[in-house]
């Protein structure tokens, strides 16, 4: 298997390095910079420019604004992105939404819905999680009673609640999982629901996560009135959405090209003089060996990562081996953030802040230390926890 970029590839690449480098929003660099909380408008600056590229979403279908690109393209383009610490694409709509839209949907659903996605002027969240039903999505328990209007009409009457809902209180549009039929048994009785958030009966709660931030919401239902043409695909087959969409969001969780910048970013605090002039930490054995360790684990989930490419290059679409890169990811993304908050050391306490002067205490390679590391540590949990990813790698990969 050969897994060196080709000559045509690499000049792709030098392509998409200088259009980043040329087109990202000035005002969103100085926010990234500055450490400041974007709102709405700053996180669909970006995909605002690529939309009128042609570059929103390299993976759709041409037809439908796609580029075109092959699996190395996209996989070129998303490490470019990384690299240049470029504000990920919200992935709800574009990477999420769209693919179960375009695979599963009807053309009135697919011209309805797919360019306002593309475009970024709808922003879409995703309800799956309950508080009854997280990893184990098919025992949720919201409920959708199909009934007939005084119009004439068909409608499903939503009452239930999610939670962990990110971005709900910027959302315009949600997909979710109801279910339909309760008799059935869990996964035949779900269907998959596309939800206007102004609808009467959709309440969103913020969530303060432990880092401070507002970030996640609990999104409660009560008689909420949807459209049936609402509905993608058929009824009771929504967990047939479900696992589409899903394959797709673990395989974008691995992060190899983010992982590979945070860890360049820990080598150089980690080799600055420290203040009780005991010498820089990089230069204690210890510490040298966990830098060493976490980056033979990454080179290694890089390269099955690139393996995965190569499937998808020749037709194979993502399966189980999404959950092999989820796990890995999600766990060397937490060991950069425990890394990073050892090498500030003290400096990364977390309240170590003056709110009334908005001014922060000690060096600045120790801002938001503290915050990502608590922030990291829901991502074995998203996307379906890592021990559901081994019990589906026991069962798919290993035939358990």
């Not at 090209?257 to 203040?275: D, F, H, M, N, Y």
């Not at 010498?279 to 690139?306: C, H, N, S, W």
């Not at 499937?311 to 990811?329: C, D, T, V």
Request: hydrophobic share 40%; charged share 25%; with cysteine.
């Amino acid at each position: 298997m050969n897994l060196d970029f080709t000559p045509e590839e690499n000049a792709f690449r030098e392509e998409v390095r200088t259009f980043i480098a040329e087109n990202y929003p000035p005002e969103l660099r100085a926010k990234q910079d500055a450490g400041e909380r974007l709102d709405r408008q700053h996180h669909l600056l970006w995909q605002k420019v690529l939309a009128k590229k042609g570059w929103a979403a390299p993976s759709w279908p041409i037809e439908l604004g796609g580029t075109g690109w092959t699996p190395t393209q996209n996989y070129i383009w998303s490490e470019e992105l990384s690299l240049a610490n470029a504000l990920p694409l919200l992935p709800f709509g574009l990477i999420m939404l769209a693919p179960v839209l375009y695979t599963f949907g009807t053309d009135v659903q697919k011209k309805r819905f797919l360019p306002d996605i593309l475009s970024g002027d709808v922003w879409w969240c995703q309800g799956y999680s309950e508080p009854g039903a997280g990893s184990d999505l098919a025992s949720l328990q919201t409920r959708a009673e199909r009934v007939t209007g005084d119009d004439g009409k068909e409608y499903y009457i939503v009452n239930g609640q999610k939670t962990w809902t990110t971005m709900a209180q910027y959302a315009d549009w949600g997909f979710f999982l109801v279910r339909t039929d309760p008799a059935a048994k869990p996964q035949s009785g779900i269907s998959f629901l596309l939800i206007d958030m102004k609808s009467p009966g959709v309440t969103v709660r913020p969530i303060t996560t432990i880092d401070g931030d507002h970030e996640v919401n609990d999104v409660f239902l009560d008689n909420v009135k949807v459209p049936v043409e609402n509905r993608i695909h058929e009824e009771n087959k929504g967990w047939t959405c479900a696992k589409a969409l899903l394959a797709h969001e673990r395989s974008g969780i691995a992060g190899v090209a983010r992982s590979k910048r945070s860890l360049e970013r820990v080598r150089g605090i980690a080799a600055t003089e420290r203040a009780d002039d005991s010498g820089p930490l990089i230069e204690e054995a210890f510490f040298r060996r966990k830098v060493a360790e976490l980056e033979i684990d990454l080179t290694a989930l890089e390269f099955t990562e690139l393996r995965a490419l190569a499937g998808e290059n020749s037709g194979k679409g993502p399966g189980p081996e999404s959950s092999i890169l989820k796990i890995k990811g999600t766990e060397i993304q937490q060991r950069l953030t425990e890394l990073t908050l050892e090498a500030v050391s003290h400096y990364g306490a977390p309240y170590l802040f003056d709110l009334g002067h908005n001014a922060q205490i000690g060096p600045d390679y120790a801002s938001g230390a503290a915050g990502s590391y608590f922030n990291v540590r829901k991502t074995s949990i998203y996307g379906g926890s890592n021990e559901i990813q081994r019990n589906i790698i026991a069962k798919m990969v290993l035939g358990l």
